[in-house]
């Protein structure tokens, strides 16, 4: 029997773990944490239960496909529930919109906020299916390493169709005349950790998975999916060493034949590394190695923006909320100019509560709320003192979620716990703290990506948010079946 070694539990080395157990090989995974889940991650404290990382899941056909692969149905493992509103907007101004799945009802809150725009919404619907549509059948279907294949008249007419020079941000300025509904769809750029006013139009595909497929939680918390795929993953005989940090790959003759841990090597035929890409050629490979992405090279891959985040346990609710909510900034351009360009906190930050405990009461003690708090970060670097700044951020949140009404927070509050993009970094060895792996901020950027196949190294895979397709749970799982089936094919 083959064996494999997987550097890493999140949810792309887990993906990859259970196809490849179930493909006849033998599959261990070492994972440097206590528990597995990586960046989709959890805390239980006071009573409350909190999503560290992600907390919207998308694409579910692509998580159901993966147990129904296994031969499994995903229903006797999760409760996946469809969320109503998807997501509530609030502005300075006091306007509010809820979005729905029920394009019929999101119509009617465009018709409350910008009538002129109803019409131009149906179409930008279209126009998002049609490029998800023509994603899905190239680019998330085919590793980069068939790149070649990409660019054959079966699909370079298709991907021509959805690439541009435009950004995102031009592309929603063309459809929507009110500026509340532009920056709206703009705020899609930061399902893959970029700008819109630096990341290509192609990314208008967004709103479709978000609209078109659906908005899902997960009873119990977002937890509960890597939950489930370590049951899976167990039962297809895979085995995980949890507190087993890999210290390098071992490389002879330019192949990948084992990995350090513990001062223990470990064989295998093949090795996937589910730790950041860029990390794993910096850190676990050496330099005589590496024949394409030499430091150089690697320095020059944007990460995705970070994040700053506060769990925040209350003794009160807040009925304005819903499940998702977004408190946007007077000034977007500002704001990311802020993330991306200066690379420091934004002064005027748009925030993020995803509250589970609006739709589920196994979240928080009966008549209080958990409140996850996210702001988009920029990544670490020798701006942001991330130890020195933390507390007063956080003041300048929760005070700005006070005067958008969230009255009394700062005295409601009964636990909390801040995470720093530094915090990001450290836990899960993600490059620079970023939280999507690498930026999409430019044309090219797409495919300028780690491989799922290494090209320089024999036998050695990624998956993971820093490879092909991307970051966010339905791409990380996706890029575990990719290099899955090219190690089975092999
Ligand atoms: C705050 C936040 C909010 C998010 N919101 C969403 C959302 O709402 N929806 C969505 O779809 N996505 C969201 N995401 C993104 C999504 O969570 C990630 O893209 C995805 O979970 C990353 O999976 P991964 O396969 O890249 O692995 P990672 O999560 O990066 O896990 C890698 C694992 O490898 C381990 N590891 C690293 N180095 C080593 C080593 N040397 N030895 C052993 N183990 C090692 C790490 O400890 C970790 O467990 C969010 C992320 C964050 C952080």
């Given at each position: 029997m083959k064996e494999i070694i997987i550097i890493g539990a999140g949810l792309g080395g887990l993906s990859a773990a259970c196809r490849l157990a179930k493909e006849g090989f033998s599959?261990?995974?070492?994972?440097?944490?206590?528990?597995?889940g990586g960046k989709v991650n959890t805390v239980e404290a006071n009573g409350y239960k909190f999503d560290t990382g992600a907390s919207l899941l998308t694409m579910r056909h692509v998580l159901e496909e993966l147990f129904e692969f296994c031969g499994k149905r995903v229903e006797d493992y999760l409760e996946i529930v469809r969320l109503a509103p998807i997501c509530r907007y609030f502005w300075s101004d006091e306007t509010r919109f809820d979005a729905f799945s029920d394009?019929?009802?999101t119509e009617r809150e465009i018709e409350k906020l910008a009538p002129e725009d109803v019409e131009n919404f149906r179409k930008y619907l279209a126009d998002s299916r049609r490029k998800y549509e023509i994603a899905a059948r190239t680019f998330l279907s085919k590793s980069l390493n068939d790149l070649p294949e990409l660019l054959t008249p079966k699909y370079l007419p298709d991907l021509l169709k959805i690439s541009t020079t435009k950004?995102?941000?031009r592309h929603n300025a063309k459809y929507f005349r009110s500026p509340k509904l532009r920056q709206l769809f703009n705020r899609f750029a930061t399902y893959n950790g970029s700008s819109p006013y630096e990341t290509p139009a192609t990314f208008a595909l967004i709103p479709h998975v978000e609209f078109g497929l659906g908005a899902w939680y997960v009873r119990g918390g977002m937890y509960e999916i890597p939950r489930a795929l370590e049951k899976l993953a167990r039962e297809l005989g895979v085995k995980i060493r949890a507190e087993s940090a890999v210290e390098n790959i071992v490389i002879e003759n330019q192949k990948a034949v084992g990995v350090r841990a513990n001062g223990e090597t470990f064989r295998a035929d093949f090795v996937i590394s589910n730790s950041d890409a860029i990390e794993t050629y910096r850190n676990l490979i050496e330099r005589k190695n590496r024949r394409i992405f030499t430091d150089a090279k690697l320095e020059k891959r944007e990460p995705s923006c970070s994040g700053f985040v506060l769990l925040l346990g209350t003794k009160k609710?807040?009925?304005?909320?819903?499940?998702?909510?977004i408190f946007f900034s007077d000034d977007y351009k500002a704001?990311?100019?802020?993330?991306?360009?200066?690379?420091?906190?934004?002064?005027d930050p748009t925030?993020?509560?995803?509250a589970t405990s609006v739709s589920d009461p196994t979240q928080a003690p009966a008549g209080n709320e958990n409140l996850f708090v996210l702001i988009n970060a920029p990544y670490t670097n020798e701006k942001v003192d991330w130890e020195k700044e933390k507390r007063d951020y956080r003041n300048l949140i929760v005070k700005k979620l006070e005067s958008f009404g969230l009255e009394d927070l700062e005295n409601s509050i009964d636990y909390e716990q801040i995470i720093t993009p530094a915090d990001f970094e450290h836990k899960y060895n993600a490059n620079r703290g970023s939280i999507y792996g690498v930026s999409s901020n430019g044309i090219f950027s797409a495919f300028l990506r780690v491989p799922n196949k290494a090209r320089d190294i024999e036998n050695l895979y990624f998956t993971g948010g820093a490879t092909h397709p991307g970051g966010g749970i339905p791409l990380v799982l996706l890029?575990?079946?990719?290099?899955?089936?090219?190690?089975?094919?092999?």
């Open positions: 599959v261990t995974i070492l994972e440097k944490n206590a528990n597995v394009t019929e009802k950004t995102l941000d609710k807040f009925p304005q909320l819903a499940h998702h909510n704001e990311f100019d802020a993330i991306f360009k200066h690379k420091t906190p934004a002064a925030i993020y509560i995803c890029s575990g079946k990719m290099a899955a089936e090219m190690i089975a094919r092999s």
